[in-house]
Structure formats: C-alpha cells, structure tokens
C-alpha cells in the first residue's frame, strides 16, 4: 500500500482538533445547572445569616454570663436607669434621635445610646452602663456589638435593667428563627418571638417584638378581651380570640400589645 502523506497529515490536523461548539455548549449548560441546584442546596445567604446568629447567641450569653459575674463581685453594682432601653448602635445623641426608624416605646421609656469613642467600652460608659472593670478575672476587654449593627431591620443588641436585667437580639436567619429547626427565640424562655432573649427577668422589655400581625383590625373582641383581662383577674374569655402575635392563641403576648395599641395608640412594631 502506498503511504500517503497528505492524508496522513490531514488526519493529525482532526485529531488535535478541540471540542466542537456544541460541546461546549452543553458542558457550559451541565456547569450552570449544577452551579444553581448548588446555589438552592446551600443557600449562601441563609448561610451567612446562620452565622451572624450563631454569633449573637455567643455573645449575648458572654453578655450574660459577665453581668451574672460582675453582680457577684460588686453587691452594689449599677445596672443601669430603669425604663430605658439601651441599644449598640453609636450616636452622637444620648437618646439615640439620630436614628428615625427605630420602634415606638410607651410613654415614659426612652432609648439610650453611647458615643463611636465610647460605645464598646467596658467602664460604664459603653452601650451597656455597668463597669466591668476592677473585677478578679476581665470579662471582656470591649462591648460586643451585633456582627451588623444596623438600625435597619433592628440588627442591633439591646439591653433593659432594673434590679434586674434583659439582653435581646433579633435573629435573621431561618434556621434559628421562629418555627425553625434550631429556634432559640421562641427556646429561649422569653416572650418575644423572633428575638433571643437572656438575662434574669425576660419580661422587662418594654415592647414584645415578635411576628406581629399588622394587618389584623382591632375588633369589638379585643375590647371584651382586654376588659376581662383587667376585670376578671386576668382570666381570657375563650369566646374572644385575639391573636396579634400570629403565635395561634390568646396569650399575656396579645394582652400586652393590644394595651399598648389602645393606651397610646402605638402601632405594634419588631425590635429593639
């Protein structure tokens, strides 16, 4: 057989030829599929969210477990001025009227914030206004603060003293949220759905912030509800149904923001 040495060469040009187009077409196609159902498996934004939430929880019970420790060791401590709600956003004004969107508080409450120079330190003149310095072990060098701290969509700590104290942060993310698989706003022994709540009275805050249902009218019921709660020791009628918090039943949750809603025409509102 006689050797042809153009065929030859033609053959070797066909050889190292690369993919054709429509090959890189559908592998282009398989890599985005697999791309989205990756995006939908993982969720990076739940992700990232879990993780802000997992920090909050860390700190709110280093928060905790400082105030528990600096109580013990000063008998005399100064936890801060009864109906005020102290908040980790840094303003320039004592009483936070820099920021606009933050919620309504009933009369005779009033927000209270630190300066930037000030806000994260641990001498009581921080966001929180007890002194943690001086103890046998430091608690924490600076004040934690929410991985955000943003008055938008209340992602900020806040904290309510009396003889007592609370310590509360909105959760973002699903898992950790209400009706979630890890939900510690409504495990967490407090009243607030949608907020991690510690410290040793949880009832302190002034607002329940929870899944307020907004929409819901006030009705001729939540009038007979609120008269039997003041009357009648605190007994509810289970012919009156009023659900404000969305949480399925009449509970001290509803009572509490429909006397706010009729005392002073406050709009029920989440956060801190």
Same mark, same amino acid.
Request: charged share 15%; glycine share 10%; hydrophobic share 35%.
């Given at each position: 057989?006689? &050797?042809?040495?153009?065929?030859? /060469?033609?053959?070797?040009?066909?050889?190292?030829?690369?993919?054709?187009?429509?090959?890189?077409?559908?592998?282009?196609?398989?890599?985005?599929?697999?791309?989205?159902?990756?995006?939908?498996?993982? #969720?990076?934004?739940?992700?990232?969210?879990?993780?802000?939430?997992?920090?909050?929880? /860390?700190?709110?019970?280093?928060? #905790?477990?400082?105030?528990?420790?600096?109580?013990?060791?000063?008998?005399?401590?100064?936890?801060?001025?009864?109906?005020?709600?102290?908040?980790?956003?840094?303003?320039?004004?004592?009483?936070?009227?820099?920021?606009?969107?933050?919620?309504?508080?009933?009369?005779?409450?009033? &927000?209270?914030?630190?300066?930037?120079?000030?806000?994260?330190?641990?001498?009581?003149?921080?966001?929180?206004?007890?002194?943690?310095?001086? %103890?046998?072990?430091?608690?924490? /060098?600076?004040?934690?603060?929410?991985?955000?701290?943003?008055?938008?969509?209340? %992602?900020?700590?806040? &904290?309510?003293?009396?003889? /007592?104290? !609370?310590?509360?942060?909105?959760?973002?993310? !699903?898992?950790?949220?209400?009706?979630?698989?890890?939900?510690?706003?409504?495990?967490?022994?407090?009243?607030?759905?949608?907020?991690? !709540?510690?410290?040793?009275?949880?009832?302190?805050?002034?607002?329940?912030?929870?899944?307020?249902?907004?929409?819901? %009218?006030?009705?001729?019921?939540?009038?007979?509800?609120?008269?039997?709660?003041? &009357?009648?020791?605190?007994?509810?009628?289970?012919?009156?149904?009023?659900?404000?918090?969305?949480?399925?039943?009449?509970?001290?949750?509803?009572?509490?923001?429909?006397?706010?809603?009729?005392?002073?025409?406050?709009?029920?509102?989440?956060?801190?």
């Amino acid at each position: 057989m006689k &050797y042809n040495m153009f065929q030859d /060469s033609r053959f070797k040009i066909q050889s190292q030829r690369g993919f054709t187009l429509i090959e890189l077409l559908i592998v282009i196609g398989i890599v985005a599929i697999l791309a989205t159902v990756t995006l939908l498996v993982l #969720n990076p934004a739940e992700m990232l969210k879990q993780g802000r939430d997992s920090k909050r929880l /860390s700190e709110l019970n280093t928060i #905790n477990e400082g105030l528990n420790f600096a109580a013990s060791q000063k008998p005399n401590l100064v936890l801060g001025t009864s109906n005020a709600v102290y908040i980790s956003l840094p303003d320039t004004a004592s009483d936070c009227s820099s920021f606009t969107s933050l919620p309504d508080l009933p009369p005779g409450w009033s &927000y209270r914030c630190a300066t930037e120079t000030d806000y994260r330190k641990v001498d009581g003149n921080g966001w929180i206004p007890v002194d943690f310095t001086g %103890l046998a072990s430091t608690v924490f /060098s600076s004040l934690p603060v929410d991985p955000v701290n943003s008055e938008v969509g209340s %992602l900020y700590y806040s &904290y309510v003293a009396g003889t /007592s104290w !609370e310590l509360n942060a909105v959760v973002e993310s !699903e898992k950790y949220g209400s009706g979630g698989s890890r939900d510690v706003a409504g495990g967490d022994g407090g009243t607030n759905a949608g907020v991690f !709540e510690r410290g040793t009275n949880l009832s302190l805050a002034p607002l329940l912030c929870g899944d307020i249902n907004q929409d819901r %009218l006030i009705t001729m019921d939540d009038f007979d509800v609120l008269n039997n709660f003041i &009357y009648f020791s605190g007994t509810v009628s289970d012919g009156a149904v009023t659900d404000l918090d969305n949480s399925s039943s009449t509970d001290a949750l509803d009572l509490q923001l429909l006397f706010y809603y009729l005392s002073g025409g406050l709009t029920p509102t989440c956060g801190y």
